[in-house]
């Protein structure tokens, strides 16, 4: 699932000395956790400590700058630990309530968003997005030809449906069948990795609008192609409620769950906690990123105006996990109701048929989901879903054991498989399971 996201590029060398584990810190937003037959709600204290070990070997290691990992069972904290450093050049230690950049993590509040809609009337699954953006009434395909490129029309509209499962053939605009005329356009290769728009300085419509007018790599429902397909969705969504994606996000998602630390962009009082970004060398050790599009990026001091329903937000650790563990519940979380259940089990099963994998996992309207425990390697139960982000960060949410898994870091490029690792770490702990 990472190699959807990440991507690969060499850098300088920067030696991270050891530090201390950061104890977890208890706060009020998450119940505590409760004894059970297995320990803390039927997980091994002893075998949890194993998570200390490997995430603090890949801070010695100099493998990442920091982390923070948060595991909830039935919405109460098994595990919460923080490690390394948040921001190793200011002598900053990482600590549990550090922001992060969540890149496509977005996809999941945004996807959440519009389904929100669709369940006010306001759009419909089958809708196509011509109804709301009348630039991709005719949208277009390039192809590979004996002599190079063609330029095809697109069989049928794109819909809403199809943005929701990445398969409109919308890419990043990496491919180099396209790369050149998406980098004339700002897109592409000329925004950092293809998915970053923090630094431009007009609305996401605009944006998206422009990518309209540029050729796609498949035709819609063809094949899986993970691209700007959640930043059309942002546009939907500020078309439709008639406010910025900020705006709806806020008033749909993180206000009413009380996620006080989820934004596009960090106010600057919160500037503090932001995590610096690293990024892996050639011999897998951490160098900090440079500035821009492909490293720290301009989500304090940027213009403010581009709000990539992609890839655009910041969170913590503990505020993502409220999102997760309202999905977790069937669309609610302390009275605050989201979604119905109904909505929510849509989302989270098989929309895609074999067309995002065919060795067990599948995809539904935001999430890939396990269809089968050990498909490609994943220890997590039958119907767990999750994603990622640029930065390294990941989760899981798996219904039958009642588990949330968050883990955060910023690495970007990254060559570290940590990451991967965290679930195993965390269900090898689990010592009286439900399923």
Same mark, same amino acid.
């Given at each position: 699932m990472a190699s959807r996201w990440l991507a690969a590029l060499p850098m300088f060398v920067?030696?991270?000395?050891?530090?201390?584990?950061? &104890?977890?810190?208890?706060?009020?937003?998450?119940?505590?956790?409760?004894?059970g037959r297995g320990g803390a709600n039927g997980f091994d204290p002893a075998r949890l400590t194993r998570i200390d070990s490997a995430?603090?070997? /890949?801070? @010695?290691? /100099?493998?990442? =700058?920091?982390?923070?990992?948060?595991?909830?069972? +039935?919405?109460?904290?098994?595990?919460?630990?923080?490690?390394?450093?948040? +921001?190793?050049?200011?002598?900053?230690r990482m600590t549990t309530d550090a922001i992060f950049r969540i890149a496509s993590q977005t996809k999941a509040l945004?996807?959440?968003?519009?389904?929100s809609l669709v369940e006010e009337g306001k759009i419909a699954l089958n809708d196509p997005v011509s109804k709301f953006l009348p630039a991709f009434g005719q949208t277009t395909v390039a192809v590979h030809t004996d002599t190079g490129r063609a330029i095809v029309p697109a069989r049928r509209r794109i819909t809403i449906r199809d943005l929701l499962t990445h398969t409109a053939?919308?890419?990043?605009?990496?491919?180099?069948?396209?790369?050149?005329?998406?980098?004339?356009? =700002?897109?592409?290769?000329a925004?950092?990795?293809?998915?970053?728009?923090? +630094?431009?300085?007009?609305?996401?419509?605009?944006?998206?609008?422009?990518?309209?007018?540029?050729?796609?790599?498949?035709?819609?429902?063809?094949?899986?192609?993970?691209?700007?397909?959640? @930043?059309?969705?942002?546009?939907?969504? &500020?078309?439709?409620a008639g406010a910025s994606l900020d705006e709806v996000i806020r008033t749909r998602i993180t206000g009413p769950l009380g996620m006080k630390d989820t934004y596009f962009f960090l106010p600057t009082e919160k500037r503090g906690r932001l995590t610096a970004v690293y990024a892996s060398g050639a011999d897998m050790k951490v160098a900090r990123a440079t500035d821009g599009p492909r490293g720290q990026g301009n989500y304090v001091d940027g213009p403010r105006r581009s709000f990539s329903g992609g890839a655009g937000l910041l969170s913590t650790a503990r505020d993502y996990a409220r999102f997760l563990q309202m999905l977790l519940n069937g669309g609610?979380? +302390?009275? /605050?109701?989201?979604?119905?259940?109904?909505?929510v089990a849509l989302m989270t099963?098989?929309?895609?048929?074999?067309?995002?994998?065919?060795?067990?996992?599948?995809? =539904?309207?935001?999430?890939?989901?396990?269809?089968?425990?050990?498909?490609?390697?994943?220890?997590?139960? &039958?119907?767990t879903f999750?994603?990622?982000? /640029?930065?390294?960060?990941?989760?899981?949410?798996?219904?039958? &054991?009642?588990?949330?898994?968050?883990?955060?870091?910023?690495?970007?490029?990254?060559?570290? @498989?940590?990451?991967?690792?965290?679930?195993?770490?965390?269900?090898?702990?689990?010592?009286?399971?439900?399923?």
């Amino acid at each position: 699932m990472a190699s959807r996201w990440l991507a690969a590029l060499p850098m300088f060398v920067l030696a991270i000395q050891r530090v201390p584990m950061v &104890e977890a810190q208890q706060t009020a937003v998450m119940p505590s956790a409760k004894e059970g037959r297995g320990g803390a709600n039927g997980f091994d204290p002893a075998r949890l400590t194993r998570i200390d070990s490997a995430l603090q070997r /890949a801070v @010695d290691r /100099a493998e990442i =700058g920091g982390a923070v990992a948060l595991v909830l069972r +039935d919405g109460q904290t098994v595990y919460e630990r923080a490690f390394g450093w948040a +921001d190793r050049e200011a002598n900053r230690r990482m600590t549990t309530d550090a922001i992060f950049r969540i890149a496509s993590q977005t996809k999941a509040l945004t996807s959440v968003a519009i389904m929100s809609l669709v369940e006010e009337g306001k759009i419909a699954l089958n809708d196509p997005v011509s109804k709301f953006l009348p630039a991709f009434g005719q949208t277009t395909v390039a192809v590979h030809t004996d002599t190079g490129r063609a330029i095809v029309p697109a069989r049928r509209r794109i819909t809403i449906r199809d943005l929701l499962t990445h398969t409109a053939g919308i890419s990043y605009g990496t491919d180099s069948l396209i790369s050149g005329m998406y980098a004339a356009a =700002g897109l592409g290769p000329a925004a950092g990795f293809g998915w970053y728009t923090a +630094d431009k300085n007009e609305s996401i419509c605009l944006t998206m609008e422009r990518l309209a007018l540029l050729p796609f790599v498949a035709q819609p429902g063809e094949r899986f192609v993970y691209g700007y397909n959640t @930043d059309i969705l942002g546009c939907i969504a &500020e078309r439709v409620a008639g406010a910025s994606l900020d705006e709806v996000i806020r008033t749909r998602i993180t206000g009413p769950l009380g996620m006080k630390d989820t934004y596009f962009f960090l106010p600057t009082e919160k500037r503090g906690r932001l995590t610096a970004v690293y990024a892996s060398g050639a011999d897998m050790k951490v160098a900090r990123a440079t500035d821009g599009p492909r490293g720290q990026g301009n989500y304090v001091d940027g213009p403010r105006r581009s709000f990539s329903g992609g890839a655009g937000l910041l969170s913590t650790a503990r505020d993502y996990a409220r999102f997760l563990q309202m999905l977790l519940n069937g669309g609610a979380l +302390d009275g /605050a109701r989201i979604l119905g259940p109904k909505t929510v089990a849509l989302m989270t099963t098989n929309q895609t048929d074999t067309l995002y994998s065919r060795t067990g996992q599948a995809f =539904g309207l935001g999430f890939s989901i396990v269809e089968r425990p050990g498909a490609d390697g994943r220890v997590e139960s &039958e119907g767990t879903f999750g994603w990622g982000g /640029a930065y390294g960060s990941t989760y899981n949410v798996d219904p039958k &054991e009642r588990l949330v898994l968050v883990f955060m870091m910023q690495l970007l490029p990254s060559r570290s @498989d940590i990451g991967a690792k965290f679930p195993m770490l965390v269900y090898q702990a689990l010592v009286d399971p439900r399923s």
